[in-house]
């Protein structure tokens, strides 16, 4: 892997002879340069317990139809849920919803324990208070690599709006004023 441009004194930069491990952590920096916002994915696993994780690959992909995608990790502990389930719900987060993003992105606790939610339709748990939810029936699993994209389409949305929580560079961020 190698970048085209001359870096900046504090730029990364890999080069052939980097090693995979070098490469890997150069390339999450590079892309962490790229803002996103922050969502909370969730469905039932095939017990129909509710499941949830931290998603920040959330983005748009068509009005007509409505489709949405979003991807997982393969080695995640909820993969299967996610790629069999029929439904899931994108949670959009707000500013101060950080401890929900932290609660979603860990493994073992009681996640639903801990927040507000209700369940919407197809048993998929949909958390309260949140700037924005998508309840979409999963339309394709398509292969990326160490990940799978999960092609959404979107059944029903609805929006409180608020600042959005940001993360960039590792860091979550507050909008600037305007």
């Not at 979003?70 to 439904?87: H, N, R, V």
């Not at 799978?148 to 029903?156: A, K």
């Amino acid at each position: 892997m190698t970048a085209s441009s001359k870096p900046a004194s504090s730029a990364t930069q890999t080069t052939a002879g980097d090693s995979p491990a070098e490469c890997s952590r150069a390339l999450r920096d590079t892309l962490g340069q790229f803002a996103t916002g922050v969502t909370v994915v969730t469905t039932v696993d095939s017990s129909g317990q509710p499941v949830g994780m931290t998603v920040n690959s959330f983005n748009s992909v068509s009005l007509d139809p409505a489709l949405i995608l979003w991807s997982i990790d393969k080695s995640a502990l909820s993969y299967s849920a996610f790629t069999e389930s029929e439904y899931f719900a994108v949670h959009i987060l707000k500013g101060d919803q950080q401890h929900v993003s932290n609660l979603f992105a860990g493994r073992g606790a009681d996640k639903f324990g801990q927040v507000k939610w209700h369940q919407g339709k197809g048993g998929v748990p949909q958390l309260d208070d949140c700037a924005a939810l998508f309840h979409c029936r999963r339309a394709q699993n398509i292969e990326g690599g160490d990940h799978t994209i999960l092609l959404g389409e979107v059944l029903e949305f609805s929006a409180t709006g608020g600042e959005p929580l940001i993360f960039h560079r590792g860091r979550y961020r507050a909008l600037a004023g305007e």
